[in-house]
C-alpha cells in the first residue's frame, strides 16, 4: 500500500519525510496554511530521498503553471482538487507530454459527502483520490465506498491519523494520503509521521 504524506513547507518537514520513507511527499501550490510557493517548492523538492514522488497539489490551476513546474523537475504528479474536467487533464498531457518527456500522471479529487451511495466515477485521470473535501482534515462516511464504483486505482484522504489507519488499510485503497493527521499544531510532528508510515509497512510484511 502506497503512502503519502501531504503539506510539506520546512526544511524540518523533508527531514522527517526522509526518515520516514512515503512513497509520495506532497506540496500545496493552492490556497492553504500548507501553500508553498514555486520556489519554494523546488528547494524543498530537490532535498528529497530518492525514490519519494514530488507530488503538486493545485485547484483550478493554469496548465501552463504546472507544465513549468513539471518541466524543471520540482513536481512528477499532479493532484487536481479543484474543477478540472476530462478535457482539462487532456490539454495538461498533451502540453506536458510534448518536447519528448512523458505526460505528467494525474491525480484527481473526488469529494465524498451523503447521497454518494451507488456512484460511479470515471475519469482520465491516472489516480483517483476521495476525500470529504481539500484540506478540511475530516473523514467521510466511508461505509459509501462499499457500493461505488471506481475505474482507477485510488487513494483514500480526510482525517486519517493512527487512530483509524487500520481501517482505512482494511478499505483496500491503493494508497493512504494524510496531512493533517500527522501534525501537532498545524505543523507536522515527526514523531506521528513516524509511527503511521511505520504502522502501514508492518501492516504490508
Known amino acids: 500500500m502506497q503512502i503519502k504524506i501531504c503539506g510539506l513547507s520546512r526544511d524540518k518537514d523533508i527531514d522527517y519525510v526522509n526518515e520516514a520513507r512515503p512513497n509520495y511527499a506532497g506540496f500545496v501550490f493552492a490556497s492553504s496554511p500548507r501553500q508553498v510557493s514555486a520556489v519554494m517548492a523546488q528547494y524543498l523538492r530537490f532535498r528529497l530521498a530518492d525514490g519519494i514522488e514530488p507530488v503538486g497539489v493545485f485547484v483550478n490551476t ?13 513536481i512528477s504528479i499532479a493532484q487536481l482538487h479543484g474543477d478540472e474536467d476530462d478535457a482539462y487533464i487532456k490539454r495538461l498531457k498533451e502540453v506536458t507530454g510534448a518536447e519528448n518527456l512523458k505526460a505528467i500522471p494525474v491525480i484527481k479529487a473526488i469529494k465524498f459527502d451523503k447521497g454518494d451511495e451507488g456512484r460511479t466515477i470515471a475519469t482520465n485521470a491516472d489516480f483517483l483520490l476521495l476525500d470529504s473535501g481539500a484540506g478540511l482534515g475530516k473523514t ?52 506521528k509521521i513516524l509511527e503511521l508510515t511505520v504502522r502501514i509497512h508492518n501492516e504490508q510484511r
Not at 62 to 74: C, M, W
Open 62 to 74: 493554469p496548465i501552463k503553471l504546472i507544465a513549468e513546474l513539471y518541466k524543471n523537475g520540482t
Open 140 to 191: 467521510f462516511n466511508w461505509d459509501i465506498l462499499k457500493s461505488i464504483k471506481i475505474n482507477k486505482p485510488w487513494f483514500l484522504a480526510g482525517g486519517i491519523d493512527i487512530k483509524n489507519v487500520d481501517k482505512a488499510m482494511s478499505l483496500n485503497p491503493y494508497g493512504i494520503d494524510v496531512s493533517s493527521g500527522v501534525e501537532t499544531n498545524g505543523v507536522k510532528d515527526q514523531k
